[in-house]
């Protein structure tokens, strides 16, 4: 039997505590053989379709194949599945929304990445873009440490203001208010520049996922330390690429970070900078833990896809 679980059954069994520690555990992890493999092309028209496989990590019994249509003015802008596999049969054990795992595995991921690097003086939290992937980080980032306030700016003001936060009009304005900074646009030319922010601050951006999409500039990448999850992902398809720099402007990797291989904190003469593109274990482990928690609740649709 398959079971289908849609936005609703997988925002009920979200396990903060649960899925915060299988994404820690899954950085700390050796990358995982085979390597990750995302493959991306352009559609006819505005969209793109994009295959993330195989999600795997240590000790899960499981692999996942993600499959999802991106056309940025629909809503969701991100539409698909998450084909969830039994390791030693192949067996489609469940069938996941893909934009409602996107978003939570994206948000609780950056989370753990922001709380890791940010000084822990870090007291304010600005967003720019006010979406369901702020919302994701936000939920993260609130479980993880304590925020004295929260500035975000959004083309939707009443968005930006129903995070909740305090509204500001511009990517600056957010950068000169707060300590910590989470973008998360669909920009295709800079929010930011190394004018617009200061030494010891930290961003984390996560809208630069595909080639062409940029929320930093150029100057302000190559002047911070910057971190990523996937060095030859971050210069084949991710911030780095699309600003022209070369896999040497990476300092190292969140999980070289998280196993104590550099330190996680910047110096205070330079901003530091976290991009990531997004992993194929990163949707297992969410889908995991989701697909247990279906299973003690009896919640999601079963059905046998080979009747």
Not at 111 to 134: D, E, N
Request: glycine share 10%.
């Amino acid at each position: 039997m398959t079971l289908i679980l849609g936005r609703r059954d997988i925002a009920a069994a979200i396990d903060l505590d649960a899925v915060l520690e299988l994404l820690t555990n899954g950085f700390r992890a050796a990358p995982p053989e085979p390597a990750p493999q995302r493959v991306r092309t352009d559609l006819p028209g505005p969209g793109t379709a994009t295959c993330l496989i195989p999600g795997l990590l240590p000790d899960v019994p499981a692999y996942t194949v993600k499959v999802n249509a991106k056309f940025p003015a629909a809503a969701p802008a991100l539409r698909g599945v998450v084909c969830l596999h039994a390791l030693a049969d192949g067996e489609l054990l469940a069938l996941l929304d893909s934009a409602t795992v996107t978003a939570w595995r994206t948000g609780l991921a950056a989370a753990v990445a922001t709380h890791a690097l940010a000084p822990a003086g870090a007291a304010t939290l600005g967003f720019v873009g006010a979406g369901v992937q702020a919302a994701t980080t936000l939920a993260g980032l609130r479980h993880l440490r304590s925020w004295s306030g929260i500035v975000a700016t959004d083309l939707d003001a009443a968005r930006a203001a129903a995070l909740p936060a305090t509204v500001a009009p511009d990517a600056r304005a957010v950068a000169a208010a707060a300590d910590v900074v989470v973008l998360a646009t669909w920009s295709r030319a800079p929010l930011l520049a190394l004018a617009d922010v200061r030494p010891g601050q930290h961003l984390t951006s996560l809208g630069a996922d595909e080639p062409g999409k940029r929320e930093l500039a150029t100057d302000l990448l190559a002047a911070s330390r910057v971190i990523v999850d996937d060095t030859d992902l971050a210069v084949s398809g991710g911030a780095l690429g699309s600003a022209g720099l070369p896999a040497a402007t990476a300092a190292g990797t969140l999980g070289g970070i998280l196993r104590g291989e550099l330190p996680a904190v910047a110096p205070a003469s330079q901003p530091s900078v976290y991009t990531p593109v997004g992993l194929p274990w990163q949707d297992l482990a969410l889908s995991w833990a989701v697909y247990q928690h279906a299973l003690r609740a009896g919640t999601g649709t079963r059905v046998d896809l080979l009747a």
